[in-house]
């Protein structure tokens, strides 16, 4: 007999570790409390990585200044340096954007332009990087912009990242004659963005009812919620969140939130238990 195919598992495939492990501490792990580093190997085991390929991840989240390391007894334990709930914090608002009230769309966009000189080309990454995680697109090199007003965010990033003096932002509405899908058009990829939000429509609907979820084994239950937090952080930063009406298409992104929110909050009672039960130094047995 055949097994049917899961596309649920095969996007586990496409998970990229130290990403992942940030978005197992901040969504299972109390603020300021402590895991076990065993645990967390065991929980991405659960995931599909090898024991090494768990062990080098959580070993370069320590080295990028994420986490605080300490040892109780035999047993390592960590926790998140400020650092690493300030992107959590930001984090959280850019993949959940959709349950902070929306800004009425005005026509306002941030456009930030920056000249970096080579010899600090780390902080160029370091800079891009950043933009994008507050969901600005690329118009060019070095020039980058975002819907609605998001001059204070952007400064305290220019800030944290002693750049300001090759930054320039600007805030302003584009002219009438010029569209807001025109202006979409030249940075984002909106297909892309709709085929994401189909996918998990397709890969998660089942999920979204009483009949679909029941008998889900803890692990299973666990590995769904997990799997659709990151489809959904994964497609954020590529969304420009303007309203469905300024946007001239039919898609998915409302259906793929509302089946986000139903199954999120139905399998998080198993999934959090399921995750407690391993990264308990104590507990041997694998539920």
């Known amino acids: 007999m055949i097994a049917e195919a899961n596309p649920v598992h095969d996007r586990a495939k496409l998970l990229k570790p130290q990403e992942l492990i940030v978005t197992l501490v901040g969504e299972y792990v109390e603020p300021g409390a402590a895991v076990w580093s065993g645990g967390l190997v065991r929980i991405m085991e659960d995931l599909g990585f090898s024991t090494a390929g768990a062990r080098v991840a959580l070993n370069r989240v320590v080295t990028r200044g994420l986490f605080h390391t300490a040892k109780r007894g035999r047993y390592v334990f960590y926790s998140a340096t400020p650092r690493l709930s300030a992107l959590l914090a930001e984090g959280h608002r850019q993949t959940f954007w959709f349950r902070y009230p929306a800004q009425a769309w005005e026509g306002q966009w941030t456009m930030v332009w920056y000249a970096i000189p080579e010899e600090q080309l780390l902080a160029r990454r370091r800079l891009s990087r950043r933009l994008s995680f507050l969901g600005f697109a690329a118009l060019h090199d070095g020039t980058w912009v975002v819907p609605y007003d998001r001059s204070d965010e952007t400064g305290v990033v220019v800030d944290e990242l002693d750049v300001s003096g090759y930054v ?18 030249h940075a984002w990829n909106l297909d892309e963005v709709a085929r994401h939000y189909t996918a998990v429509v397709e890969e998660f609907g089942r999920y979204a009812t009483s009949d679909g979820r029941n008998g889900l084994p803890p692990r299973e239950a666990f590995r769904i919620r997990t799997l659709l937090i990151e489809a959904m952080r994964q497609v954020a930063p590529l969304d420009p969140k303007i309203p469905d009406s300024e946007l001239d298409r039919e898609w998915d992104r409302s259906r793929a939130i509302d089946i986000f929110e139903e199954v999120n909050a139905s399998l998080r009672p198993a999934a959090q238990a399921y995750f407690a039960s391993l990264v308990d130094p104590h507990n041997r047995s694998r539920p």
């Open 168 to 185: 320039v932002v600007f805030v302003g509405a584009a002219p009438k004659w010029l569209p807001t899908s025109a202006v979409l058009a």
